[in-house]
């Protein structure tokens, strides 16, 4: 008996559901990335990838290998958090860093101030 056979059609279902998901999510993020113009278009973009398209990859994770272990698996939570407070803290440390250069600098591209 191979660990194929070990998974039930429902959870591989469901697991296929979620790796979907979660790379449709990372997909979006990266066309994001890519096609939006300016640094400040782009920042939100990565956000999405990595924030949900990897929750969606995580919790398959759980899935798969609880299942296949025979008892819950939860230490990959550790990883989901991780990502989930380090990228948009990142992000948000570059968006600031960058327009306090665009700024020094007097640049053009430089997104409007607020009133």
């Known amino acids: 008996m191979s660990?194929?056979?070990?998974i039930p059609l429902w959870a591989a279902i469901l697991i296929a559901l979620l790796l979907v998901a979660g790379s449709s999510l990372v997909l979006i993020g990266s066309i994001g990335?890519?096609?939006l113009g300016s640094f400040y278009e782009r920042i939100h973009a990565p956000t999405l990838g990595t924030s949900w398209g990897a929750g969606g990859v995580v919790l398959a994770s759980m899935l798969?290998?609880?299942?296949?272990?025979?008892?819950?698996?939860?230490?990959?939570?550790?990883?989901?958090l991780f990502i989930t407070i380090t990228m948009p803290v990142t992000l948000m440390l570059l968006g600031r860093a960058a327009l306090y250069r665009d700024?020094?600098?007097?640049?053009?591209?430089?997104?409007?101030?607020?009133?």
């Open 33 to 35: 990335l890519v096609r």
């Open 64 to 80: 798969t290998f609880s299942i296949l272990g025979g008892r819950p698996v939860l230490h990959e939570l550790i990883i989901a």
């Open 3 to 6: 660990h194929l056979d070990a």
């Open 103 to 115: 700024r020094a600098e007097k640049a053009t591209d430089e997104p409007p101030k607020r009133v």
